[in-house]
Nanobody, 127 residues
Framework: QVQLVESGGGLVQAGGSLRLSCTAS????????MGWFRQAPGKEREIVAA????????YYTDSVKGRFTASRDNAKNTVYLQMNSLKPEDTAVYYC????????????????????WGQGTQVTVSS
């Protein structure tokens, strides 16, 4: 089983940047597609970005395309989410998770296709 710990959240002004990290324990981390999700108060958890194990392919939800970049360093068991040009609507708790091995999709959008969730890191963007 993989255990994930997110970090890097904080308070930033609109237009600013943050880089989130998700560090994993477990020898099989490098084989997983990783997803980044966020959940704002009163809203469903939604996928933000995902990255394949080799970092050869990435997915971004439309609202973050061109602003967010997912990357990974398998040697460090870490996945990153670089967030630029942040907007108040990006305010949420951000989570990372591993995609279910049995999932039929390269980048499933549903949170139920992911397991091994981290505890989340709060991102607050002020206007």
């Amino acid at each position: 089983q993989v255990q994930l710990v997110e970090s890097g959240g904080g308070l930033v002004q609109a237009g600013g940047s943050l880089r989130l990290s998700c560090t994993a324990s477990g020898r099989t981390f490098s084989t997983y597609t990783m997803g980044w999700f966020r959940q704002a108060p009163g809203k469903e958890r939604e996928i933000v970005a995902a990255i394949t194990w080799s970092a050869g392919s990435t997915y971004y939800t439309d609202s973050v395309k061109g602003r967010f970049t997912a990357s990974r360093d398998n040697a460090k068991n870490t996945v990153y989410l670089q967030m630029n040009s942040l907007k108040p609507e990006d305010t949420a708790v951000y989570y990372c998770a591993t995609k279910r091995v049995a999932s039929a999709f390269t980048f499933p959008k549903s949170q139920y296709e992911y397991i091994n969730w981290g505890q989340g890191t709060q991102v607050t963007v002020s206007s």
